[in-house]
């Protein structure tokens, strides 16, 4: 049975595109547009991640253009003057551990409104990016190899005392068949749905 790729590891990308704190400002633009990334880490000494240069921290040099001085805060003007990537970058950087969960890096993509994530490890040390579409992976799965999963590691998990039938179509995860008590049933829902690759699930279960 094929495992479910419950990590960080399992769906990130390993070449990653970084540059230093000196980078100009015109190489850090000219590498997003070559390499067609929203980001690019910001590297120090043997590697370690000191920040994250977005498409959002080059824009206010061009949003600056033809506005009153004043009319620019702090963070505005300091963006718009910048020269190379220490300057421009955000610092510190968001990031996440490659044996984080699949979802906890969309969570925090989410809470952070940020599209990619550079994977470190436990001293800030760059092992891959992971984006929202890396993220997206999971729901390419193959719908036997998410029913596989569900029949021999979930449902063997949990209180059901009889066969059930699984099928899944598209992602979505049918089950049919007997179950125990109804107040199992939202576990047996919560459980399924966390399978990596699950759409949605609909339970066509009896019960005592």
Do not use: C, N
Request: proline share 4%; charged share 25%.
């Amino acid at each position: 049975m094929s495992e479910s790729p419950y990590t960080v590891s399992d769906v990130m990308t390993h070449t990653v595109v970084a540059v230093g704190r000196d980078a100009s400002f015109k190489e850090v633009v000219g590498l997003i547009d070559q390499w067609k990334v929203s980001a690019l880490p910001v590297l120090e000494g043997e590697g370690r991640v000191v920040g994250v240069v977005s498409e959002a921290d080059l824009l206010p040099k061009e949003e600056a253009k033809g506005r009153d001085e004043e009319s620019l805060d702090l963070a505005e003007r300091a963006k718009a003057a910048a020269l190379t990537a220490g300057e421009l970058m955000s610092t510190p950087a968001v990031t996440v551990h490659a044996d984080a969960a699949v979802a906890e890096a969309a969570r925090i993509m989410a809470r952070r409104h940020v599209k990619r994530l550079p994977v470190v490890d436990r001293v800030g040390m760059l092992q891959g990016v992971v984006s929202r579409g890396d993220l997206l992976k999971v729901f390419l799965r193959p719908d036997e190899e998410i029913a596989d999963e569900i029949v021999h590691t979930v449902l063997t998990r949990l209180p059901v005392t009889t066969p059930l039938s699984v099928t899944v179509t598209d992602g979505v995860a049918t089950l049919e068949g007997a179950a125990a008590e109804r107040t199992y049933l939202p576990i047996v829902a919560r459980a399924v749905r966390a399978v990596e690759g699950v759409v949605d699930v609909r339970l066509e279960l009896t019960h005592r």
